[in-house]
């Protein structure tokens, strides 16, 4: 009976906590957030490079959201503890910074005169900068660090 028990728990501390963020649903969470760090990236790099003077603020607002998509998928794709973590903060950091851009682009318009990937809340990109660091919080909630072993007993 305790085999069994032992085999239970592998299991679920297979398909459960931070070794199973990117796997299943987590892919997909992964891929989508490598998309928006190639697409947050080129569209932050062209706009730098060929349109600074019209939107400063607006574009290294893009350029930071890039980074912070890149680490992200990083994190999220890494395996263990510390990566775990990493994910966590890096898109904790991305809603925050979605909610505070999103804001300021309403209360002073005449800061991004041209949009930024979270102005107005991401809504050039169809509001996803906005939803998904909640959904890759939920995900990462659902499998944070001791949740396989809770399950297991």
């Not at 903060?89 to 991004?112: H, K, M, N, Q, T």
Request: with cysteine.
């Amino acid at each position: 009976m305790t085999d069994m028990n032992d085999v239970e728990a592998n299991a679920a501390h297979q398909t459960r906590g931070p070794a199973a963020k990117s796997k299943g649903p987590g892919m997909l969470l992964v891929a989508v957030y490598a998309i928006f760090s190639l697409s947050a990236g080129a569209r932050a790099l062209y706009q730098i490079i060929a349109k600074f003077d019209e939107a400063p603020v607006s574009f290294v607002l893009s350029g930071v959201a890039a980074a912070i998509y890149i680490y992200a998928t990083i994190s999220l794709a890494r395996k263990g503890l510390g990566a775990y973590w990493a994910a966590v903060w890096a898109i904790a950091i991305e809603l925050c910074g979605v909610i505070a851009v999103g804001i300021f682009s309403y209360l002073r318009p005449d800061l991004f005169p041209l949009a930024s990937v979270w102005s107005h809340f991401g809504s050039g990109y169809g509001y996803v900068p906005l939803v998904l660091p909640i959904i890759g919080l939920l995900w990462l909630y659902r499998n944070r660090p001791g949740r396989g072993v809770e399950r297991a007993k």
